[in-house]
């Protein structure tokens, strides 16, 4: 028997390879589908099965692709829709994959066809859980995704209550755990930086799963700080469930190599965004005017999600050639596909007299401002968990998934960081998109601010928030 996670840190997601006597299948694969593929190729297995444990909102999954150049059979839980063939499977349904079996359990709370897959050996002992958004390390999926529903998130959060009562918790401490998702997700709150746990530790660690709990504390603790879901989830959802085109050509059209006069013809034709996605310091020392700056080396892809929001909004990419088919790869997989081509030879060969510039400080010439007037506006972009956690004492909190324009000073600079740098140039780039020229990204962030004499609030333990 072999099991492997296959981990992508950009998305903080977990899809899982199985494999048993010449079968193999895959939970919740990513939409490029060649890793499990040549997985199983190499190892002489056929993929059966592909498992999923709910709708992603936070990426298109790899299931419909799979599927077509594997003939692999689409499973999902109880009450689930779609528009192609898949199997809808009924709890504690088995599933045979070479000499192991895989039952799926009905986990309803995160959305209603939330299902987890537990792993038997071929002795029927239970060896791991793939529990998909149900529960994560240290945390359980968010219960406010569930789309076109009459339920509230507070009875999504009780459902989940019972499913994790009644399905998860009564499995043996040794079973071990795989989650969908870690730390730097939207679909939950306070989940680990670990990416493998067991059950018996998230029982005596996990504040959901607190055995003197009641339901009552669990839906007030579940539901209580959650922000705003990205704007982009119902359109992945939709995807999930609608299907997509299973042949991707987004690397194909990345490489559509544009002049800057055809660049700026398209911009215009099309109402492209014109999405720079190079680092962020070289950003903010020259750009085009009215791009977005979502850097490629960092959480690219939600990122792109949150601030674009429609799926089907036409992008040019200013980018290095080397970084172009990566660039391509991640946005399919938040169902970005309309990439109209990429301005050839990068920024250095638009007119350099026509670049925008963003004013970027380093921390310690903030506390030297800051100490002659410490009543300057400094604009916090981090989320509040972040900002409740520490920060500096006379700073706005405005988080940069629901960046506010009412919260900067119309009348005096705006000094905008966030933890290190990277989500504040995003901010100030979109906000110079709307004509606010005030604004002043301080490099390093938070990390770098709490290094010197800026008067910060006092530190709250992370796992008291």
Known sequence: MKVEQIYTSCLAQGAYYIESNGEAAVIDPLREVGDYIDMAAERGAKIKYVFETHFHADFVSGHLTLAKHTGATIVFGPTAKTDFDCLVAEDNQEFKVGNITIKLLHTPGHTMESSSYLLLDENGKEIALFSGDTLFLGDVGRPDLAQKSNLTEKD???????????????????????????????????????????????????????????????????????????????????????????????????????????????????????LDVRHQKDFVKGYIPNSIFIGVDGGFAPWVGTIIKQVETPILLVCDKDRLEEVATRLSRVGFDSILGHLNGGIESWNQDDLATISSISADVLNTIYQADNTIDIVDVRKEFEYKNRHIVSAVLNPLSNLKNDKLNAFAENYVHCAGGYRSVIACSLLKREGIQNVTNIEGGFGAIKNTNIHLSDEVCPSTL
Request: some cysteine; glycine content about 8%; hydrophobic content about 35%.
């Open 156 to 274: 999504l959060a009780g459902i989940l209550f019972d499913s994790l009562r009644t399905k998860i918790m009564p499995l043996a401490d040794e079973v071990i755990v795989y989650p969908g998702h870690g730390a730097g997700s939207a679909c939950g709150k306070k989940m680990s930086t670990e990416t493998v746990g067991t059950i018996g530790h998230e029982k005596s660690t996990n504040y959901a799963l607190r055995s003197d709990m009641t339901k009552q504390e669990f839906i007030k603790e579940v539901t209580e700080g959650m922000l705003p879901p990205p704007a982009y989830f119902p359109e992945n959802v939709r995807l999930n469930k609608q299907g997509y085109n299973p042949e991707n050509d987004n690397i194909t059209k990345a490489n559509i190599a544009l002049s800057v006069t055809d660049f700026k013809r398209i911009s215009k034709q099309e109402n492209a965004v014109i």
